[in-house]
């Protein structure tokens, strides 16, 4: 069955950088992309970005540009995320999803990781 | 980016009952509309997907409908893991958006 385990929960200072692992399981892992979305505490949904594991290619939303990183590592069927000069609202549970952008019409996040809390604490 | 209007952002009702959620987009989005459970300390699952398609699985009592800017999910009669959280989300175009969610408590 498919599966997506993230990393442990971590505590940051501010200014710091994060690196949250998903390791992936139960399907061909570059076929498909994996889309990362966080939750503050109390707030709502929000798209980091999207990696396709079969070329590397990367979208972020505008407000993470240039302080994000998503690679993958195919050996190991597993995608990261990194994010730079960490402030204290980044504090979130992010979650990585199987995306199916480019696989299949209209695209979904069909199965998703149980998240990685992150807080940003001085 | 595309708005994601989502309600109600509460909602209590009782098992068995049937409930309605709308979502609309702030410009069209075709189909590119998908539906979510988030229960705490599980992973989110995917429900409905393409607006109207049961992800494989999913229990028939969830169904979706709409098209371009109005959506609408349907859980036909409440069961004891329904009582969750529910979100929309567009992915017609990039920034994915999100709807700010329902809330689903028992009466």
């Known amino acids: 069955q498919v599966q997506l385990v993230q990393s442990g929960a971590e505590v940051k200072k501010p200014g710091a950088s994060v690196k949250v692992s998903c390791k992936t399981s139960g399907y061909s892992f570059n076929i498909f992309g994996v889309s990362w979305v966080r939750q503050a505490p109390g707030q709502g949904l929000e798209w980091v970005g999207w990696i396709s594991a079969a070329d590397g290619n990367t979208k972020f939303a505008e407000k993470f540009q240039g302080r994000v990183t998503m690679t993958t590592d195919t050996s190991t069927s597993t995608a990261y995320m990194e994010l730079r000069s960490l402030r204290f609202d980044d504090s979130a549970m992010y979650y990585c999803?199987?995306?199916?952008?480019?696989?299949?019409?209209?695209?979904?996040?069909?199965?998703w990781g149980r998240g990685t809390l992150i807080t940003v604490s001085s | 980016d595309i708005q994601m209007t989502q309600s109600p952002s509460t909602l209590s009702a009782s098992l068995g009952d049937r409930v309605t959620i709308t979502c609309r987009a702030s410009q069209a989005i075709r189909s590119h509309l998908n539906w979510y459970r988030f229960k705490a300390g599980k992973a989110p699952e995917l429900l409905i997907y393409g607006a109207s398609y049961l992800k494989s699985g999913v229990p028939s009592r969830f169904s979706g409908s709409g098209s371009g800017t109005d959506f609408t999910l349907t859980i036909s009669s409440l069961q004891p893991e329904d009582f969750a959280t529910y979100y929309c989300h567009q992915s017609y175009i990039t920034p994915h958006t999100f709807g700010q969610g329902t809330r689903l408590g028992i009466k």
């Open positions: 999803a199987r995306d199916l952008e480019g696989v299949a019409a209209p695209p979904s996040f069909d199965y």
